[in-house]
């Protein structure tokens, strides 16, 4: 079997045209601080990291990192190539352990972890592309004809726009929405009851027939979400997102076990055992791990088992073609978060122009191609322009 003969790491540095986002977009954990300047600044990314994993052959896979890039580039380059080169990719479950291990006293979370998940979704890419198989086929095959797909944007903004925005959405049929509260403990009363008109005002437009997801993205606290949560029972949310700071286990399962409004997160939670730490304490009611930060393909199936023990369901954080696989091939992920193409706001939006390849939503739902290989992605130069890439 081929062997790995080397891994390319690439930062595509966004200098194209961005759409300003306005204030009070979203609540996000600076909130607590002293506002000096913009607070969302270190949650905007306009910078992404490609991982290529090449094969003796020629075959490449495909990984990436949207999290600090250039300081997982360097993490890549100097630390886990060495590692990894050489490597039979079949191996993969020896390989992670291998990264996982000789960097356990530094890498188990943020930086290094992001890496490891760069490259694992990158060998996963390219076992797909050696056997010809999509990936989803390598973790178990099809669960459902088709993903169904939640639209995740209606950040906060007036209610006019963010009811404008929410008709428009309902045009392309989806079944489920997510929003993001613009205000948080620091905005008093006030700032709750504008919280409260934005929920409405959405209810109002997409009714209660659809789910509707609310995000406060690490922005709020404890005592502010026990205030919150009754208030938002009567709108009938499907979940709530990040009400406190990654850490604050204790309170994640406070809120949970309150049994008003179900609690998720996850997203900033690295690897295994700290997802399952969540899951023990009864933290979340849904799963949101980021496969590019919680160890990639390999740790993200074993964090779907454990999740299934603990009937707890797996929604992974983003679109992206990696978590549509992982959906895809896992009956306890029921839905797949979708961002719809749109110019260059908070960032998410670079993977469209970045990749070609990503799956479409039509009338609510995404396909995957049971004939293509790999994650079925291609890196792509169409806008390289608005680029400048640093290798």
Same mark, same amino acid.
């Given at each position: 079997?081929?062997?790995?003969?080397?891994?390319?790491?690439?930062?595509?540095?966004?200098?194209?045209?961005?759409?300003?986002?306005?204030?009070?977009?979203?609540? /996000?954990?600076?909130?607590?601080?002293? #506002?000096?300047?913009?607070?969302?600044?270190?949650?905007?990314?306009?910078?992404?990291?490609?991982?290529?994993?090449?094969?003796?052959?020629?075959?490449?896979?495909?990984?990436?990192?949207?999290?600090?890039?250039?300081?997982?580039?360097?993490?890549?380059? #100097?630390?886990?190539?060495?590692?990894?080169?050489?490597?039979?990719? @079949?191996?993969?479950?020896?390989?992670?352990?291998? %990264?996982?291990?000789?960097?356990?006293?530094?890498?188990?979370?943020?930086?290094?972890?992001?890496?490891?998940?760069? =490259?694992?979704?990158?060998?996963?890419?390219?076992?797909?592309?050696?056997?010809?198989?999509?990936?989803?086929?390598?973790?178990? +095959?099809?669960?459902?004809?088709?993903?169904?797909?939640?639209?995740?944007?209606?950040?906060?903004?007036? =209610?006019?726009?963010?009811?404008?925005?929410?008709?428009?959405?309902?045009? *392309?049929?989806?079944?489920?929405?997510?929003?993001?509260?613009?205000?948080?403990?620091?905005?008093?009363?006030?700032? %709750?009851?504008?919280?409260?008109?934005?929920?409405?005002?959405?209810?109002?437009?997409?009714?209660?027939?659809? #789910?509707?997801?609310?995000?406060?993205?690490?922005?709020?606290?404890?005592?502010?979400?026990?205030?919150?949560?009754?208030?938002?029972?009567? @709108?009938?949310?499907?979940?709530?997102?990040?009400?406190?700071?990654?850490?604050?286990?204790?309170?994640?399962?406070?809120? /949970?076990?309150?049994?008003?409004?179900? =609690?998720?997160?996850?997203?900033?939670?690295?690897?295994?055992?700290?997802?399952?730490?969540?899951?023990?304490?009864?933290?979340?009611?849904?799963?949101?791990? #980021?496969?590019?930060?919680?160890?990639?393909?390999?740790?993200?199936?074993?964090?779907?088992?454990?999740?299934?023990?603990?009937?707890?369901?797996?929604?992974?954080?983003?679109?992206?073609? *990696?978590?549509?696989?992982?959906?895809?091939?896992?009956?306890?992920?029921?839905?797949?978060?979708?961002?719809?193409?749109?110019?260059?706001?908070?960032?998410?939006?670079? @993977?469209?122009?970045?990749?070609?390849?990503?799956?479409?939503?039509?009338?609510?739902?995404?396909?995957?191609?049971?004939?293509?290989?790999?994650? +079925?992605?291609?890196?792509?130069?169409?806008?390289?322009?608005?680029?400048?890439?640093?290798?």
């Amino acid at each position: 079997m081929t062997k790995i003969k080397s891994i390319r790491t690439r930062v595509w540095n966004w200098t194209g045209p961005t759409v300003p986002p306005q204030g009070n977009f979203c609540t /996000n954990a600076s909130d607590a601080l002293w #506002d000096k300047g913009d607070a969302m600044a270190s949650f905007r990314f306009h910078q992404w990291l490609t991982c290529e994993v090449e094969a003796e052959d020629g075959t490449i896979g495909i990984g990436n990192a949207a999290l600090a890039p250039t300081v997982v580039k360097k993490a890549i380059d #100097d630390w886990y190539a060495p590692l990894v080169i050489g490597e039979d990719p @079949f191996d993969y479950a020896y390989i992670w352990e291998k %990264m996982y291990r000789r960097t356990h006293a530094w890498g188990r979370k943020g930086i290094g972890m992001t890496a490891i998940s760069a =490259i694992d979704i990158a060998i996963w890419d390219l076992m797909g592309k050696l056997v010809n198989k999509p990936v989803f086929k390598l973790l178990g +095959g099809r669960t459902k004809e088709k993903i169904p797909v939640y639209y995740s944007k209606l950040y906060a903004d007036s =209610i006019p726009a963010m009811q404008k925005e929410a008709e428009l959405a309902q045009k *392309h049929g989806y079944q489920a929405y997510k929003s993001r509260f613009g205000y948080g403990p620091k905005d008093g009363m006030s700032g %709750m009851r504008e919280n409260l008109k934005r929920v409405e005002a959405l209810r109002e437009v997409l009714g209660y027939d659809v #789910d509707l997801m609310l995000e406060c993205y690490m922005g709020w606290n404890v005592d502010y979400t026990k205030r919150m949560l009754p208030k938002l029972e009567k @709108f009938e949310p499907r979940w709530l997102e990040e009400p406190v700071i990654a850490e604050d286990v204790n309170g994640y399962a406070e809120l /949970n076990a309150m049994g008003i409004v179900p =609690i998720s997160g996850g997203e900033h939670e690295f690897g295994l055992i700290g997802c399952t730490d969540l899951l023990r304490k009864g933290a979340v009611s849904v799963l949101q791990y #980021d496969t590019n930060r919680v160890g990639g393909i390999t740790a993200a199936q074993k964090i779907n088992a454990v999740a299934e023990a603990f009937q707890v369901p797996v929604i992974p954080h983003a679109g992206q073609m *990696h978590n549509y696989h992982l959906t895809m091939a896992n009956a306890n992920c029921p839905i797949s978060e979708y961002f719809p193409v749109f110019d260059v706001e908070v960032g998410n939006e670079l @993977f469209y122009y970045i990749f070609k390849g990503d799956a479409e939503a039509v009338d609510g739902y995404l396909q995957l191609d049971d004939d293509t290989p790999g994650l +079925g992605i291609e890196i792509t130069e169409e806008h390289i322009a608005n680029f400048e890439v640093i290798e």
